[in-house]
Nanobody
Framework: QAQLVESGGRLEQAGGSLRLSCAASDGNFITGYAMGWFRQAPEKEREFVAAIAWNGGLTHYADSVNGRFTIFRDNAKNTVYLQMNSLKPEDTAVYYC????????????????WGHGTQVTVSS
């Protein structure tokens, strides 16, 4: 069964940068699908971070990350990325990627496949 595998999370200092990757295990698994990044901090609900349309033409961001994070994709590599700049301690969370049928849907958390997450910890 195809999977989404996140990577790139680690401990980083506030103000630093990280790039997360979400790679599909099978070719074309994300082709034609919107993709999103979500995060869940300890004792908090999962929240939307960013989403990108199937062709990369449209993106959406949570207010909390707008201007600091950038989502982009390389469909030839079946990979979606989240570039995270100007990191803050409140960005600390497990970050998940998900595949969705539509951009509107993935923004609402309507993903049909989810990865297992990668831990991002931002120290102050």
């Amino acid at each position: 069964q195809a999977q989404l595998v996140e990577s790139g999370g680690r401990l980083e200092q506030a103000g630093g940068s990280l790039r997360l990757s979400c790679a599909a295990s099978d070719g074309n698994f994300i082709t034609g699908y919107a993709m999103g990044w979500f995060r869940q901090a300890p004792e908090k609900e999962r929240e939307f971070v960013a989403a990108i349309a199937w062709n990369g033409g449209l993106t959406h961001y949570a207010d909390s990350v707008n201007g600091r994070f950038t989502i982009f994709r390389d469909n030839a590599k079946n990979t979606v990325y989240l570039q995270m700049n100007s990191l803050k301690p409140e960005d600390t969370a497990v970050y998940y990627c998900a595949r969705g049928v539509s951009l509107a849907g993935i923004k609402e958390g309507e993903g049909d496949y989810w990865g297992h997450g990668t831990q991002v910890t931002v120290s102050s």
